[in-house]
C-alpha cells in the first residue's frame, strides 16, 4: 500500500541555519512527489512537486528538495532558514490512475529560533 | 477571483444546527476534495468529486453530507455534528488527469458547541 513517513514531528532551528525535513514514501511504481506548507489557520500551499528528470527540484520560497529513488526519499531543504519559515510540512506522494489521488505524510512542524 | 474559495472562515454552531460550507474554484478543475484537519491528526480525506461525481466517501459519518453542483463548486453540508468535529476543513481541486497536485483553499474553521 502507498504510504509517506514524515519521521519528525517537530523541529526547531536558529534563524540562518540550514534546514532539512525528512521524508520517504511507500509507493511501487515511479511516484509523483509534492511537498506542501501550511503556516497557522491556512490552507496548504505547493512548495514544489517532482515528476520525472532532474532529482533536484527548485520551488518557491528558496527551498529545493531532491529525489533519492534507491532511498525512497524525498527530503526537503533550505541553506538559511528565515523566521517566516515557521509552519508545518507536508509531503505527499500521488497516486497515478483515477483522480490523481495523494497520499500526505503527518506532517512536521518547524519552529524558528531568532 | 483565483484559486480556490471557501466560506465562511470561521464557523460556530451548536450541535442542533444546520449549516454548509463553502468552495469555489475558479482553476477550470474538475476535481474537488474535502479535507478535515483536526489538532494533532494527520489530514483526513473526507469526500472526492471527479468530474461532479462522488468517487470517495471515506467513512465519513451521514452527518456530513457533500454536494458537488457542478465542477467549479463544493458544498458540506453540517447538521447534528458533535464537539468531536470541530476542526479545520479544508477543500481542494485538481485536475483529473494531470499529476500536479492539489490547490487548496484557505480552510473553515469549525467550531462545535
Same mark, same amino acid.
Not at chain 1, 11 to 37: H, K, Q
Not at chain 2, 9 to 21: E, F, P, W
Not at chain 2, 83 to 103: H, I, K, N
Given at each position: 500500500a502507498q504510504s509517506v513517513t514524515q519521521p519528525d514531528i517537530h523541529i526547531t532551528v536558529s534563524e540562518g541555519a540550514s534546514l532539512e525535513l525528512r521524508c520517504n514514501y511507500s509507493y511501487g511504481a515511479t511516484p509523483y512527489l509534492f511537498w506542501y506548507v501550511q503556516s497557522p489557520g491556512q490552507g496548504l500551499q505547493l512548495l514544489l512537486k517532482y515528476f520525472?528528470?532532474?532529482t533536484l527540484v527548485q520551488g518557491i520560497k528558496g527551498f529545493e528538495a531532491e529525489f533519492k529513488r534507491s532511498q525512497s526519499s524525498f527530503n526537503l531543504r533550505k541553506p538559511s532558514v528565515h523566521w517566516s519559515d515557521a509552519a508545518e510540512y507536508f509531503c505527499a506522494v500521488g497516486v497515478s490512475g483515477g483522480y490523481n489521488k495523494l497520499i500526505f505524510g503527518a506532517g512536521t512542524r518547524l519552529a524558528v529560533h531568532p | 477571483e483565483t484559486g480556490v474559495t471557501q466560506t465562511p472562515r470561521h464557523l460556530v454552531m451548536g450541535m442542533t444546527n444546520k449549516k454548509s460550507l463553502k468552495c469555489e474554484q475558479h482553476?477550470?478543475? =474538475?476535481a474537488m476534495y474535502w479535507y478535515k484537519q483536526s489538532a494533532k491528526k494527520p489530514l483526513e480525506l473526507m469526500f472526492v468529486y471527479s468530474l461532479e461525481e462522488r %468517487?470517495? =466517501?471515506?467513512? %465519513?459519518?451521514?452527518?456530513f453530507s457533500p454536494e458537488c453542483p457542478n465542477s467549479s463548486h463544493l458544498f458540506l453540508h453540517l447538521h447534528t455534528l458533535q464537539p468531536e468535529d470541530s476542526a479545520l476543513y479544508l477543500c481542494a481541486s485538481s485536475q483529473v488527469g494531470v499529476a500536479m497536485g492539489y490547490t487548496f483553499g484557505s480552510g473553515t474553521r469549525l467550531t462545535v458547541v
Amino acid at each position: 500500500a502507498q504510504s509517506v513517513t514524515q519521521p519528525d514531528i517537530h523541529i526547531t532551528v536558529s534563524e540562518g541555519a540550514s534546514l532539512e525535513l525528512r521524508c520517504n514514501y511507500s509507493y511501487g511504481a515511479t511516484p509523483y512527489l509534492f511537498w506542501y506548507v501550511q503556516s497557522p489557520g491556512q490552507g496548504l500551499q505547493l512548495l514544489l512537486k517532482y515528476f520525472s528528470g532532474d532529482t533536484l527540484v527548485q520551488g518557491i520560497k528558496g527551498f529545493e528538495a531532491e529525489f533519492k529513488r534507491s532511498q525512497s526519499s524525498f527530503n526537503l531543504r533550505k541553506p538559511s532558514v528565515h523566521w517566516s519559515d515557521a509552519a508545518e510540512y507536508f509531503c505527499a506522494v500521488g497516486v497515478s490512475g483515477g483522480y490523481n489521488k495523494l497520499i500526505f505524510g503527518a506532517g512536521t512542524r518547524l519552529a524558528v529560533h531568532p | 477571483e483565483t484559486g480556490v474559495t471557501q466560506t465562511p472562515r470561521h464557523l460556530v454552531m451548536g450541535m442542533t444546527n444546520k449549516k454548509s460550507l463553502k468552495c469555489e474554484q475558479h482553476l477550470g478543475h =474538475n476535481a474537488m476534495y474535502w479535507y478535515k484537519q483536526s489538532a494533532k491528526k494527520p489530514l483526513e480525506l473526507m469526500f472526492v468529486y471527479s468530474l461532479e461525481e462522488r %468517487v470517495e =466517501n471515506n467513512s %465519513v459519518p451521514s452527518r456530513f453530507s457533500p454536494e458537488c453542483p457542478n465542477s467549479s463548486h463544493l458544498f458540506l453540508h453540517l447538521h447534528t455534528l458533535q464537539p468531536e468535529d470541530s476542526a479545520l476543513y479544508l477543500c481542494a481541486s485538481s485536475q483529473v488527469g494531470v499529476a500536479m497536485g492539489y490547490t487548496f483553499g484557505s480552510g473553515t474553521r469549525l467550531t462545535v458547541v
